[in-house]
């Protein structure tokens, strides 16, 4: 059983800051990636940023320069700093991790349940 349990979503002014936490827990053998993702009603699911095994990260275009992606592998922990925030990143920010669990053969994606970030004007 893996979980993935995100903290830190909430209200904020445009122009604020938000911090996202996610850590990933259970049977885990080996994790691919961890990153974030956000959804808002009637639109897919989309990349913020992620980091893959091996050091590289990567971003959406329209979150660089704004949005932090770190993490500590020890802990499975992954966080997002979320500076400059603007209306339009109103959306459910989901974390994300492609693992193998203990077990397992092949990578598998996990998503955690989501917390809701929403940016006033």
């Known amino acids: 059983q893996v979980q993935l349990v995100e903290s830190g979503g909430g209200l904020v002014q445009a122009g604020g800051s938000l911090r996202l936490s996610c850590v990933i827990s259970?049977?885990?053998?080996?994790?691919?990636?961890m990153g974030w993702y956000r959804q808002v009603p009637g639109k897919q699911r989309e990349l913020v940023a992620n980091?893959?095994?091996?050091?590289?990260?990567n971003y959406a275009d329209s979150m660089k320069g704004r949005f932090t992606i770190s993490g500590d592998s020890a802990r499975n922990t992954v966080w997002l700093q979320m500076n400059s925030l603007k209306p339009e990143d109103t959306a459910v920010y989901y974390c994300?991790?492609?693992?193998?669990?203990?077990?397992?053969?092949?990578?598998?994606?996990?998503w955690g349940q989501g917390t809701q970030v929403t940016v006033s004007s």
């Open positions: 994300n991790s492609k693992l193998q669990v203990i077990g397992g053969v092949y990578d598998h994606d996990y």
């Open positions: 980091f893959i095994s091996g050091g590289m990260t």
């Open positions: 259970g049977s885990i053998f080996s994790i691919t990636s």
